[in-house]
C-alpha cells in the first residue's frame, strides 16, 4: 500500500519531522525578519538601514543604487560601528540623513555620530549617559530633533533605590564649527520638552514653526492611552504655548505628521480602529479634530519601536497608506479632499516600512508566498519593483506552506484568530493515518501580532513536517481596540486560552496529532508558553525563547518602559499582589509536565534571565525532561547567525527526541536533562 501510494503521488514516505528540508537553519539565519529596517529618502535617493547577522547582528546605514533590474547597496557605515537606537530597550529609527550626510545612534557607545562622504564617522554627543532615537531634521535651525533617554539619575540614585531615565524631547545641534565632541567634553543636546514619563514620534512641520509630538504618563502604554502635543517654535527654536490637542484619556494617539502644507495628521483608535485623522486650526488653540477616511482596518501600530511611522504624503492632498484588515496589509492612495481611498493592487499582505520620493513609494513588504522584499512603487505608471529580497535562496513554490487565516471558537462565545500552515514538502509525504505534530506559534508583546508574510523560520518547520498556528490571541493588533482590550486585566487567561483553543480547533478538524501538539513563543509568547504549560493540561511540549515567568519579579525588575504594562494586563501592584502570582508559571511551576527547551540572552533588560532559569531549575529538579540554553551577548531578541542557527537545531533534535522521531539532518548532540537517549518517547 505504501508503495503504490509513493507511486501515485511520486513523493517518497517518512514520518512526520523527518522530512528532509530544503531550507537548512542556516538559511533561517541568515534572513532575519528585519534584514532592512529604516527607510529614508532625501531627494530621489533612498537610505536603508542593513542588518548582519553574519557580524554579530549589527546594523550599517546603506545608499540605494539601482539601474533597470540591477540594484546595488553603497554600504556607508564603517564595520566598527553599528547603527541601532536603545530608547526604550526596543529602539528604532537611529538615523537621519540631510545633504548626504548621516547622522546615526551608535550601538557600542550610544553616542550620536556624523559621517559625511567619504569621511571617517565623528561624534556629536557625548557618550555613557544617554541614548538617542527617532531623530527627525528641523532644517531651519541645523538640528536633529529626537527622543532623548537620561540614564544619569540610574547611576547618580542612592543605593537601594529604584531610579528610572528621563525621557524627553531634545535638540542635538548641526553646525559644523560645533559639532564635533571630544571626549573631555560634555554635550547631550538641548532639552526642548520634559513634561511626561514618555515621549515619542517628534515631527516638525514643513515651516520650522510647529514642532507635534506624542506623550503618555505611568501606568499608561502608548497603544492604550496616549496625548497629542503641539507647540509653537521661536526663532531660538524653543517651544512657546506647548498644548495637548488629544488628551490623554482611553485613546491611542499615534503617528503625527505634518502634510506638505503644515496640517497636523495623525491617528487614533477613537472609533474602533486606529483611523486617520487631522487637525484643522481655526485661530484659537482649540481647532477642530476631522476623520480623513473611516474605515473598519488599522492604518496604525502598536509603538514598540521608536519612530515606526506607516503612512506617507505624496502632496498635500493624496497620502500613501498601507491599513492592516485582521491581519492582512493593503495599501491605498487616500484623497484627503474627498476622503477616499483607491487601492493599489500589490501581490503583498504584510508592510512594515514606507518612504516616499516624489510620487514613488518604498517599502518593505512580503506575502504568504513571498519573502520580505524592498519594493519601489511607481504611483506614476503603476509600476511596482522588487528591488531586493530577505531571502536569497530559490525555495521552490512546492515546499512553501503559505498560511490560511482562520477564526476559531474560543471563551464566552468569542472568535479568536490566526494563520494556519499545514506541513508542506513536494519531495515527501507521511505514512497513511499519521497526523503531524503541530507548533502553536506565540508572537510577542502582548500587544503585537503575527504576520501574514512568508516567514522562513515558520517554513522550516513546515517543509519537515510540521503543521505551525500562528496565533493572534485576545489582545492582539489589527482586529481594532475591542480585541486589543480583551486582554486588559486578563493576561495568562485570555492568551492561554485561545492558545488552547486554537489547537483543540485543529484538533477537531482532524488535521493535527492531539499527542504531539506544541506551544512556542517569544517574550510575551514565551510567557504564554510558560502560562499555558503551568495552567492548562494540554500541550505536550514548549519552547520558549527569553520568556517572563515570574510577574512580581518582571514587574519589578524590567526596564522603565513596560515598568507599568502589567498594571493594565494583571492589575494595580502591590493591591493585587496575590493575583500576580497566581498568573506566574514560575509558582506554579511544579505543574509544568511537558519537556521543554528555554533559551535566554544573558544581556536581556526586558526579560532578565533569571525570568528563563527560574522555570529551568524547577524542571531539572522535578526530573521532567528540559534544555536550557543561555547565549552571552545576546539581548532581547536573538540577532546573532550562530545564536538562531543553534536555537534552530537544538529545538529541532529536541522535538525529535521527544517525540520519537529521526531529522533528516545532520544535528550536533544536545544534552537534554532528565531524558537519556534510550528514554525519548517511540
Request: glycine share 8%; hydrophobic share 35%; aromatic share 12%.
Amino acid at each position: 500500500m505504501m508503495e503504490s501510494r509513493e507511486k501515485m503521488t511520486g513523493k517518497q514516505s517518512s514520518p512526520y519531522g523527518s522530512w528532509r528540508s530544503p531550507i537548512s537553519a542556516e538559511i533561517v539565519a541568515a534572513s532575519p525578519m528585519n534584514w532592512l529596517g529604516h527607510l529614508c529618502t532625501e531627494g530621489d535617493q533612498l537610505f536603508v538601514l542593513r542588518a548582519f547577522p553574519q557580524q554579530g547582528g549589527r546594523g550599517g546605514v546603506a545608499r540605494v543604487h539601482f539601474d533597470g533590474d540591477r540594484i546595488e547597496y553603497e554600504d556607508i557605515t564603517p564595520t566598527a560601528y553599528s547603527v541601532r537606537s536603545r530608547v526604550y530597550e526596543y529602539g528604532g529609527q537611529g538615523f537621519a540623513v540631510k545633504d548626504g550626510v548621516i547622522y546615526f545612534s551608535n550601538f557600542p557607545d550610544d553616542r550620536l555620530y556624523r559621517q559625511r562622504p567619504g569621511e571617517e564617522p565623528k561624534p556629536i554627543t557625548s557618550g555613557g549617559a544617554m541614548r538617542y532615537g527617532d531623530l527627525t531634521i528641523d532644517p531651519v535651525r541645523n538640528r536633529l530633533i529626537c527622543v532623548r533617554e537620561d540614564r544619569r539619575p540610574m547611576t547618580t540614585a542612592p543605593a537601594g533605590e529604584n531610579a528610572e531615565p528621563v525621557h524627553t524631547i531634545a535638540a542635538v545641534n548641526l553646525n559644523p564649527d560645533s559639532t564635533i565632541v571630544p571626549s573631555d567634553r560634555e554635550y547631550y543636546g538641548t532639552v526642548l520638552w520634559e513634561g511626561a514619563d514618555f515621549v515619542a514620534f517628534p515631527t516638525i512641520s514643513p515651516d520650522g514653526r510647529q514642532l507635534a509630538w506624542v506623550a503618555w504618563n505611568h501606568p499608561n502604554m502608548p497603544f492604550f492611552s496616549s496625548a497629542l502635543w503641539l507647540a509653537d517654535l521661536a526663532d531660538d527654536g524653543t517651544l512657546i504655548n506647548p498644548r495637548q490637542i488629544v488628551p490623554e484619556c482611553e485613546e491611542s494617539i499615534t503617528d503625527p505628521r505634518f502634510s506638505p502644507d503644515g496640517i497636523l495628521y495623525f491617528c487614533s483608535d477613537r472609533s474602533n480602529w486606529w483611523n486617520l485623522y487631522r487637525w484643522i486650526q481655526n485661530g484659537t488653540t482649540e481647532g477642530m479634530i476631522e476623520s480623513v477616511c473611516p474605515i473598519a482596518a488599522e492604518f496604525g501600530n502598536p509603538y514598540w519601536n521608536v519612530g515606526l511611522t506607516v503612512y506617507r504624503f505624496l502632496s498635500p492632498t493624496r497620502i500613501l497608506a498601507p491599513y492592516n484588515d485582521c491581519g492582512t496589509w493593503h495599501i491605498g492612495v487616500i484623497d484627503t479632499e474627498t476622503h477616499q481611498m483607491d487601492k493599489v493592487p500589490t501581490p503583498y499582505t504584510f508592510i512594515v516600512r514606507l518612504a516616499t520620493a516624489g510620487n514613488v513609494g518604498y517599502m518593505i513588504a512580503g506575502s504568504p508566498r513571498l519573502p520580505r522584499q524592498l519594493i519601489r512603487l511607481d504611483l506614476t505608471s503603476g509600476e511596482l519593483r522588487v528591488l531586493d529580497s530577505s531571502v536569497h535562496y530559490d525555495i521552490p513554490p512546492e515546499d512553501i506552506s503559505p498560511g490560511q487565516h482562520i477564526g476559531f471558537p474560543t471563551e464566552h462565545g468569542l472568535m479568536a484568530y490566526g494563520f494556519y500552515h499545514p506541513p508542506v514538502n513536494r519531495d515527501f509525504q507521511a505514512p497513511a493515518n499519521e497526523l503531524p505534530p503541530l507548533i502553536v506559534e506565540c508572537h510577542g508583546g502582548p500587544t503585537g501580532s503575527t504576520k501574514n508574510a512568508l516567514d522562513m523560520q515558520v517554513q522550516y518547520w513546515t517543509s519537515r513536517g510540521f503543521a505551525v498556528l500562528c496565533l493572534n490571541y485576545g489582545g492582539s493588533a489589527g482586529y481594532g481596540r475591542e480585541y486589543r482590550n480583551r486582554l486588559r486585566n486578563n493576561w495568562g487567561v485570555v492568551d492561554v486560552n485561545d492558545a488552547v483553543n486554537g489547537a483543540r480547533y485543529l484538533v477537531e478538524q482532524g488535521l493535527v496529532d492531539p499527542n504531539r501538539t506544541i506551544v512556542r513563543g517569544g517574550s510575551a509568547g514565551g510567557y504564554l508558553t510558560f502560562a499555558a504549560l503551568a495552567f492548562r493540561n494540554y500541550f505536550k511540549a514548549g519552547s520558549a525563547l527569553f520568556g517572563i515567568s515570574d510577574l512580581e519579579v518582571w514587574h519589578l525588575e524590567t526596564h522603565k518602559y513596560e515598568s507599568h504594562y502589567a498594571e493594565t494586563l494583571v492589575g494595580p501592584y502591590p493591591a493585587m499582589r496575590d493575583l500576580y502570582h497566581e498568573r506566574s508559571p514560575y509558582r506554579k511551576a511544579n505543574q509544568i509536565n511537558a519537556p521543554m527547551i528555554i533559551t535566554q540572552g544573558s544581556d536581556d533588560k526586558v526579560v532578565p534571565p533569571n525570568q528563563s532559569r527560574f522555570v529551568a531549575d524547577s524542571l531539572r529538579t522535578r526530573g521532567v525532561p528540559v534544555v536550557y540554553l543561555e547565549f552571552e551577548g545576546e539581548a532581547h531578541g536573538f540577532r546573532k547567525f550562530e545564536t538562531v542557527l543553534t536555537v534552530l537545531r537544538s529545538e529541532l533534535t529536541f522535538f525529535g527526541r521527544i517525540f520519537g522521531f529521526t531529522p533528516a539532518h545532520h544535528l550536533p548532540a544536545l544534552k537534554i536533562d532528565n531524558l537519556p537517549l534510550v528514554d525519548a518517547v517511540k
